[in-house]
Antibody, heavy 116, light 107 residues
């Protein structure tokens, strides 16, 4: 069974940083691209970032480009999202997702709140 | 970025009804279109990928069609557990944008 367990969310002030983590299990992590998708409270889904299976290629939404960095550690089955220069508009539930073009499995999300 | 527009934004229907939700892409995306279902407090669930391929264990009352810019998700006979919000997503090019969602409510 695929399991994706996010952590690292919390309350941060505008301009601050957070690092989200996702622990993956139940599949061959190194064989799959991975993504982060977010959902602001009461709003729709926004694709944030993706990374290839090897980690060699990364992709970002324009709204986070230059501020967020996606990475992975295939030896530890871990996905990360480094978020810098956070804004109120980044407040959302952040989902770790298996795949980039076909998102078959989702974690339960970790909540990031950007507020002073 | 490719804009995805769903219609309607909300829909009221009864158990047993046949319903259709449409999704329009701002440019041709061939068949690179996914559909998700999301229930309150839960993560989205993949229903359809590549416009018309049914994800494993998804009931066959769900079907997808379309190519190019216009796509449709059809539920042939609504069941009580189908009342949820539905999102389309293009997987043609990064960023892989979503539609704004269609909330399906009980009439």
């Amino acid at each position: 069974e695929v399991q994706l367990l996010e952590s690292g969310g919390g309350l941060v002030q505008p301009g601050g940083s957070l690092r989200l983590s996702c622990a993956a299990s139940g599949f061959t992590f190194s064989g799959y691209a991975m993504s982060w998708v977010r959902q602001a409270p009461g709003k729709g889904l926004e694709w944030v970032s993706g990374v290839s299976a090897s980690g060699g290629s990364t992709y970002y939404a324009d709204s986070v480009k230059g501020r967020f960095t996606i990475s992975r550690d295939n030896s530890k089955n871990m996905l990360f999202l480094q978020m810098n220069s956070l804004r109120a508009g980044d407040t959302a539930l952040y989902y770790c997702v298996k795949g980039t073009t076909i998102n078959t499995d989702w974690g339960q999300g970790t909540l990031v709140t950007v507020s002073s | 970025d490719i804009q995805m527009t769903q219609s309607p934004s909300s829909l009221s229907a009864s158990v047993g009804d046949r319903v259709a939700i449409t999704c329009r892409a701002g440019q041709s995306i061939s068949s690179y279109l996914n559909w998700f279902q999301q229930k309150p407090g839960k993560a989205p669930k993949l229903l359809i990928y590549a416009a018309s391929s049914l994800q494993s264990e998804v009931p066959p009352r769900f079907s997808g069609s379309g190519s190019g810019t216009d796509f449709t998700l059809t539920i042939s006979s609504l069941q009580p557990e189908d009342f949820a919000t539905y999102f389309c997503q293009q997987s043609y090019s990064s960023p892989y944008t979503f539609g704004q969602g269609t909330k399906l409510e009980i009439k």
